[in-house]
């Protein structure tokens, strides 16, 4: 089956712009999970939905935000770019039953802010 | 707040040999989740192996194993039999049972030939 899609591969932005990022989890998956990666910090996790609700949420400022459709697909926005914010922006999807399942991840969007 | 450190930047080793990645983390949970995450240059984070808390045995895949040391909190990965495909950066993390996962920074995995 296919598996986790994200798009774009690569974004080029500019300081002041906003951004969104698209994530089509496995099918049948109903949880999507976002993770920021960067040099400097590494992989942090930003928010998961799980059935069109947030229900985790990381330690990043109001600017990022998410959603989630019916369809279980996810879109993660940017707003007010800073240049901070170029990173690999990794999607992972998985199907939540109890414990800890495993996560599947997309091959990430290059964000890069100028 | 839960912690994982990976003290290990690089690693290297000869293909066909051994080398163990370490891992330890820092909770005041008794139930969790701990997983050894595979990202190659293509980016995509691959799973490797996971670990429940509550199982002493420690989990084997194939060429991958892990020694889980509960009281210690260490979690290390042992690579057998080392091959040119094992290249990549290699992230422990672990997880209480939700979808949110807590990484360590990597370690970077060159195997040579």
């Known amino acids: 089956k296919a598996g986790v899609t994200q798009t774009p591969r690569y974004l080029i932005k500019t300081r002041g712009q906003q951004v969104t990022l698209s994530c089509s989890p496995i099918s049948g998956h109903r949880s999507v999970s976002w993770y920021q990666q960067t040099p400097g910090q590494g992989l942090q996790f930003l928010f998961e939905y799980f059935s069109e609700t947030q229900r985790n949420k990381g330690n990043f400022p109001g600017r990022f935000s998410g959603r989630q459709f019916s369809n279980s697909r996810s879109e993660m926005n940017v707003s007010t770019l800073e240049l901070g914010d170029s990173a690999l922006y990794l999607c992972a999807s998985s199907s939540a039953r109890q414990g800890a399942t495993e996560a599947f991840f997309g091959q990430g969007t290059r964000l890069t802010v100028v | ?113």
Do not use: H
């Open chain 2, 1 to 113: 707040a839960q912690t994982v450190t990976q003290s290990q930047p690089e690693m290297s080793v000869q293909e066909a040999e051994t080398v163990t990645l370490s891992c330890t983390y820092d909770t005041s949970e008794s139930d969790y989740y701990l997983f050894w995450y595979k990202q190659p240059p293509s980016r995509q984070m691959i799973l490797v192996i996971r670990q429940e808390a509550y199982k002493q045995q420690n989990a084997t895949e194939n060429r991958f194993s892990v020694n889980f040391q509960k009281a210690a909190k260490s979690f290390s990965l042992k690579i057998s039999d080392s091959q040119l495909g094992d290249a990549a950066m290699y992230f422990c993390a672990y997880n209480l049972g939700n979808e949110k996962l807590t990484f360590g920074t990597g370690t970077r995995l060159t195997i040579i030939p």
